[in-house]
Protein backbone atom coordinates (compact mmCIF):
# COMPACT_ATOMS: atom_id res chain seq x y z
CA UNK A 1 0.00 0.00 0.00
CA UNK A 2 0.89 3.11 -0.84
CA UNK A 3 0.73 6.99 0.61
CA UNK A 4 -0.35 5.53 4.38
CA UNK A 5 -1.12 2.97 6.30
CA UNK A 6 -4.52 2.42 6.81
CA UNK A 7 -5.24 1.66 10.61
CA UNK A 8 -9.07 0.52 9.67
CA UNK A 9 -8.37 -2.48 7.90
CA UNK A 10 -5.36 -3.32 10.53
CA UNK A 11 -7.56 -2.66 14.00
CA UNK A 12 -10.06 -5.34 12.88
CA UNK A 13 -7.93 -8.14 12.20
CA UNK A 14 -5.93 -6.96 15.42
CA UNK A 15 -4.10 -9.91 17.15
CA UNK A 16 -1.18 -10.02 15.20
CA UNK A 17 -0.36 -6.38 15.68
CA UNK A 18 -0.19 -5.20 19.23
CA UNK A 19 -1.47 -1.92 20.41
CA UNK A 20 1.92 0.23 20.50
CA UNK A 21 2.61 -1.13 16.55
CA UNK A 22 -1.24 0.34 15.64
CA UNK A 23 -0.20 3.58 17.20
CA UNK A 24 2.79 3.93 15.61
CA UNK A 25 0.78 3.22 12.26
CA UNK A 26 -1.40 6.41 13.33
CA UNK A 27 1.98 8.76 13.67
CA UNK A 28 2.93 7.45 10.45
CA UNK A 29 -0.37 7.39 8.86
CA UNK A 30 -1.12 11.12 9.96
CA UNK A 31 1.91 12.63 8.15
CA UNK A 32 1.01 10.56 4.89
CA UNK A 33 4.07 8.19 4.31
CA UNK A 34 4.75 4.57 3.31
CA UNK A 35 6.03 5.89 -0.03
CA UNK A 36 7.88 3.44 -1.81
CA UNK A 37 7.90 0.97 1.52
CA UNK A 38 5.58 -1.79 2.06
CA UNK A 39 3.20 -2.14 5.55
CA UNK A 40 5.32 -5.36 6.53
CA UNK A 41 8.44 -3.12 6.07
CA UNK A 42 6.67 -0.47 8.94
CA UNK A 43 5.49 -3.29 11.09
CA UNK A 44 9.07 -4.52 11.41
CA UNK A 45 10.74 -1.05 11.24
CA UNK A 46 8.41 -0.13 14.40
CA UNK A 47 8.84 -3.57 15.76
CA UNK A 48 12.52 -3.20 15.36
CA UNK A 49 15.13 -3.08 18.76
CA UNK A 50 15.02 0.76 18.32
CA UNK A 51 11.74 0.44 19.88
CA UNK A 52 9.20 3.35 19.09
CA UNK A 53 8.39 4.57 15.69
CA UNK A 54 10.05 6.83 13.69
CA UNK A 55 8.33 8.71 11.39
CA UNK A 56 9.27 9.17 7.50
CA UNK A 57 8.52 13.05 7.29
CA UNK A 58 9.20 12.66 3.47
CA UNK A 59 10.13 10.11 1.00
CA UNK A 60 13.58 9.52 0.44
CA UNK A 61 15.64 11.69 -1.31
CA UNK A 62 18.54 10.33 -2.84
CA UNK A 63 18.86 7.78 -0.44
CA UNK A 64 18.37 9.62 2.58
CA UNK A 65 15.37 9.01 4.37
CA UNK A 66 14.06 11.86 7.18
CA UNK A 67 13.97 11.07 10.69
CA UNK A 68 12.14 12.92 13.73
CA UNK A 69 10.87 11.38 16.74
CA UNK A 70 8.72 14.37 17.20
CA UNK A 71 5.92 15.33 14.79
CA UNK A 72 7.13 18.81 14.44
CA UNK A 73 10.47 20.92 14.96
CA UNK A 74 10.78 24.53 15.40
CA UNK A 75 12.39 25.88 12.63
CA UNK A 76 15.48 28.10 13.33
CA UNK A 77 16.50 30.80 11.39
CA UNK A 78 20.67 30.87 10.44
CA UNK A 79 20.79 34.50 10.99
CA UNK A 80 19.95 34.07 14.65
CA UNK A 81 20.32 30.32 15.28
CA UNK A 82 23.28 29.70 18.02
CA UNK A 83 23.95 26.41 19.51
CA UNK A 84 25.70 26.40 23.20
CA UNK A 85 28.55 25.18 24.46
CA UNK A 86 28.70 24.67 28.32
CA UNK A 87 29.28 22.56 31.46
CA UNK A 88 33.08 21.57 32.44
CA UNK A 89 34.54 23.75 30.11
CA UNK A 90 36.68 26.99 30.96
CA UNK A 91 35.03 29.38 29.04
CA UNK A 92 31.09 28.79 28.08
CA UNK A 93 29.67 30.55 25.26
CA UNK A 94 27.29 30.44 22.55
CA UNK A 95 28.54 30.30 18.51
CA UNK A 96 25.74 31.49 15.94
CA UNK A 97 26.65 30.59 12.23
CA UNK A 98 29.39 33.23 11.61
CA UNK A 99 30.81 32.24 14.77
CA UNK A 100 31.29 29.13 13.37
CA UNK A 101 32.34 29.79 10.12
CA UNK A 102 35.45 31.63 11.56
CA UNK A 103 36.94 28.97 13.42
CA UNK A 104 38.89 26.11 11.16
CA UNK A 105 36.50 24.47 8.71
CA UNK A 106 36.78 20.59 8.24
CA UNK A 107 35.53 18.90 5.01
CA UNK A 108 34.89 15.18 5.07
CA UNK A 109 32.75 13.02 2.76
CA UNK A 110 31.73 9.99 4.26
CA UNK A 111 29.14 6.94 3.74
CA UNK A 112 25.88 7.51 5.88
CA UNK A 113 24.18 4.40 7.29
CA UNK A 114 21.29 3.50 9.58
CA UNK A 115 21.12 1.05 12.09
CA UNK A 116 17.90 -0.01 10.46
CA UNK A 117 19.52 -0.80 7.02
CA UNK A 118 19.67 2.39 4.49
CA UNK A 119 23.03 3.97 3.10
CA UNK A 120 24.00 7.08 1.34
CA UNK A 121 26.85 6.62 -0.02
CA UNK A 122 29.61 9.45 -0.24
CA UNK A 123 27.88 12.33 1.38
CA UNK A 124 30.14 15.60 1.12
CA UNK A 125 29.98 17.26 4.69
CA UNK A 126 31.83 20.81 6.13
CA UNK A 127 31.44 22.38 9.58
CA UNK A 128 33.55 22.52 12.22
CA UNK A 129 35.50 19.49 14.20
CA UNK A 130 34.14 18.95 17.54
CA UNK A 131 37.68 18.30 18.79
CA UNK A 132 38.56 22.68 17.25
CA UNK A 133 34.87 23.32 19.00
CA UNK A 134 36.08 21.92 22.38
CA UNK A 135 39.53 23.55 22.00
CA UNK A 136 37.61 27.00 21.59
CA UNK A 137 36.18 26.56 24.97
CA UNK A 138 38.45 24.90 27.12
CA UNK A 139 38.19 21.28 28.41
CA UNK A 140 38.17 20.88 32.48
CA UNK A 141 40.41 18.05 33.56
CA UNK A 142 37.51 16.14 35.06
CA UNK A 143 35.39 15.81 31.41
CA UNK A 144 34.75 12.48 30.39
CA UNK A 145 31.94 12.64 28.04
CA UNK A 146 30.00 15.00 25.37
CA UNK A 147 26.30 15.28 25.88
CA UNK A 148 23.99 17.08 22.82
CA UNK A 149 20.93 18.15 22.96
CA UNK A 150 18.49 18.94 19.84
CA UNK A 151 16.25 21.70 19.91
CA UNK A 152 13.45 19.08 19.09
CA UNK A 153 12.76 19.27 22.69
CA UNK A 154 13.18 15.13 22.52
CA UNK A 155 16.66 14.12 21.05
CA UNK A 156 19.28 13.71 22.63
CA UNK A 157 23.09 12.06 22.14
CA UNK A 158 26.13 11.66 23.96
CA UNK A 159 29.96 10.61 23.19
CA UNK A 160 32.87 9.11 25.13
CA UNK A 161 35.57 12.53 25.08
CA UNK A 162 37.61 10.49 23.55
CA UNK A 163 35.16 9.46 20.86
CA UNK A 164 34.11 13.93 21.07
CA UNK A 165 38.00 14.19 19.85
CA UNK A 166 37.78 12.62 16.70
CA UNK A 167 38.27 14.82 13.25
CA UNK A 168 35.47 12.94 11.89
CA UNK A 169 33.04 14.10 14.24
CA UNK A 170 31.43 17.67 13.25
CA UNK A 171 29.44 19.96 13.79
CA UNK A 172 27.73 20.16 10.34
CA UNK A 173 27.01 23.69 8.97
CA UNK A 174 27.14 22.19 4.92
CA UNK A 175 26.06 18.96 3.53
CA UNK A 176 26.36 17.90 -0.31
CA UNK A 177 28.01 21.00 -1.04
CA UNK A 178 25.01 23.64 0.73
CA UNK A 179 23.66 24.84 4.21
CA UNK A 180 22.09 21.79 6.23
CA UNK A 181 18.58 22.02 5.49
CA UNK A 182 15.73 22.15 8.03
CA UNK A 183 13.96 18.51 7.47
CA UNK A 184 18.16 17.21 7.65
CA UNK A 185 18.66 18.70 10.85
CA UNK A 186 19.84 22.55 9.70
CA UNK A 187 21.19 25.12 10.27
CA UNK A 188 23.69 22.89 12.46
CA UNK A 189 23.34 18.81 13.21
CA UNK A 190 26.37 16.77 14.62
CA UNK A 191 27.53 14.18 12.22
CA UNK A 192 29.40 11.33 14.02
CA UNK A 193 31.06 9.60 10.42
CA UNK A 194 32.60 5.98 11.98
CA UNK A 195 29.10 5.44 13.69
CA UNK A 196 25.54 4.88 12.91
CA UNK A 197 23.55 7.38 11.65
CA UNK A 198 21.18 7.51 15.21
CA UNK A 199 25.00 9.23 16.42
CA UNK A 200 24.04 12.33 14.27
CA UNK A 201 22.20 14.14 16.24
CA UNK A 202 19.74 16.71 13.86
CA UNK A 203 18.80 20.33 15.09
CA UNK A 204 21.49 20.67 17.33
CA UNK A 205 21.51 23.53 19.81
CA UNK A 206 23.48 22.51 22.77
CA UNK A 207 26.01 20.68 24.13
CA UNK A 208 27.65 20.04 27.66
CA UNK A 209 31.08 18.68 28.50
CA UNK A 210 29.89 16.34 31.55
CA UNK A 211 31.79 13.57 33.88
CA UNK A 212 30.17 10.60 32.33
CA UNK A 213 28.64 9.37 29.73
CA UNK A 214 24.71 10.23 29.74
CA UNK A 215 23.02 7.81 27.72
CA UNK A 216 20.75 9.37 24.49
CA UNK A 217 17.42 9.19 23.12
CA UNK A 218 17.93 5.99 21.48
CA UNK A 219 20.97 4.73 24.09
CA UNK A 220 18.12 4.84 26.87
CA UNK A 221 15.57 2.54 24.43
CA UNK A 222 18.62 -0.37 24.42
CA UNK A 223 21.50 0.80 21.23
CA UNK A 224 24.59 1.08 22.27
CA UNK A 225 26.60 4.40 22.78
CA UNK A 226 29.54 2.43 20.63
CA UNK A 227 27.75 2.53 17.52
CA UNK A 228 30.25 2.22 15.38
CA UNK A 229 29.88 0.70 11.63
CA UNK A 230 31.52 -2.36 10.44
CA UNK A 231 32.88 -2.91 14.36
CA UNK A 232 31.61 -5.45 16.95
CA UNK A 233 29.20 -2.79 18.61
CA UNK A 234 27.35 -5.67 20.73
CA UNK A 235 24.25 -5.99 17.82
CA UNK A 236 25.39 -8.29 15.92
CA UNK A 237 21.55 -8.56 14.54
CA UNK A 238 21.17 -5.19 13.14
CA UNK A 239 20.79 -5.51 9.77
CA UNK A 240 23.79 -3.89 7.70
N1 LIG B 1 16.96 15.22 16.49
C1 LIG B 1 17.01 14.03 15.85
N2 LIG B 1 18.18 13.63 15.33
C2 LIG B 1 18.27 12.45 14.68
C3 LIG B 1 17.14 11.59 14.55
C4 LIG B 1 15.91 12.05 15.11
O1 LIG B 1 14.86 11.38 15.03
N3 LIG B 1 15.88 13.28 15.74
N4 LIG B 1 17.25 10.37 13.92
C5 LIG B 1 18.60 9.80 13.81
C6 LIG B 1 18.68 8.68 12.89
S1 LIG B 1 18.13 7.18 13.47
C7 LIG B 1 19.26 8.80 11.66
S2 LIG B 1 19.53 7.46 10.67
C8 LIG B 1 19.64 10.12 11.12
C9 LIG B 1 18.88 10.39 9.85
O2 LIG B 1 19.28 11.62 9.30
P1 LIG B 1 18.38 12.30 8.20
O3 LIG B 1 17.02 12.50 8.79
O4 LIG B 1 19.08 13.57 7.84
O5 LIG B 1 18.32 11.34 7.04
O6 LIG B 1 19.38 11.18 12.02
C10 LIG B 1 19.61 10.87 13.39
N5 LIG B 1 19.46 12.07 14.15
MO1 LIG C 1 18.84 5.65 11.97
Known sequence: MKGGVDVDDMEPRGAPVGRRVVLGMVGLGAVGVAVGASVQDRVSRTLSPVGAPIQDVLPAAGGFRYYSVVDRVPRRDAASHRITVGGLVARPRSFGMADLAALPQTRLTRDFQCVTGWRVQDVAWAGVALPDLLDAV??????????????????????????????DVLV??????????????????????PMYGYKSLKWLGGIEVTDRVVPGYWERRGYDVDAWVGRSNGRDDAPT
Open 138 to 167: GVSSRAKAVRFESFDGAYTESLTLEQARRR
Open 172 to 193: ATQMQGAPVTHDHGGPTRLLVA
